[in-house]
Nanobody
Framework: QVQLVESGGGLVQAGGSLRLSCAAS????????MGWFRQAPGKERDFVAT????????YYGGSVKGRFTISRDSGKNTVYLQMDSLKHEDTAVYYC??????????????WGQGTQVTVSS
């Protein structure tokens, strides 16, 4: 089993920054590709970013590219999402997810509980 726990969400003013963390436990963290997704109330879940097992490949959704950065620290079994230049439309519950080869398969086996990010003007 792999358990994922997000943290770092909160309220931030537009133009500000937040860093989300996703701590993994159980199965070896380094075996998994990791992703960040977000979902606003009543809307579909959107892809935010993904990073492969080694950290050598990253991909971003078009709406966040250039503003968000995904990274991982294998020593801490943690993946991060650095969010800069936040906009009101970034407001959502952010989820981290893990899956073997998910960067190419788009299949994520494990999901965290989500953390709320609210961006106010």
């Amino acid at each position: 089993q792999v358990q994922l726990v997000e943290s770092g969400g909160g309220l931030v003013q537009a133009g500000g920054s937040l860093r989300l963390s996703c701590a993994a436990s159980g199965r070896s963290f380094s075996s998994y590709d990791m992703g960040w997704f977000r979902q606003a109330p009543g809307k579909e879940r959107d892809f935010v970013a993904t990073i492969n097992w080694s950290g050598g490949r990253t991909y971003y959704g078009g709406s966040v590219k250039g503003r968000f950065t995904i990274s991982r620290d294998s020593g801490k079994n943690t993946v991060y999402l650095q969010m800069d230049s936040l906009k009101h439309e970034d407001t959502a519950v952010y989820y981290c997810a893990a899956g073997v080869g998910a960067v190419t398969t788009n299949l994520y086996t494990y999901w965290g509980q989500g953390t709320q990010v609210t961006v106010s003007s």
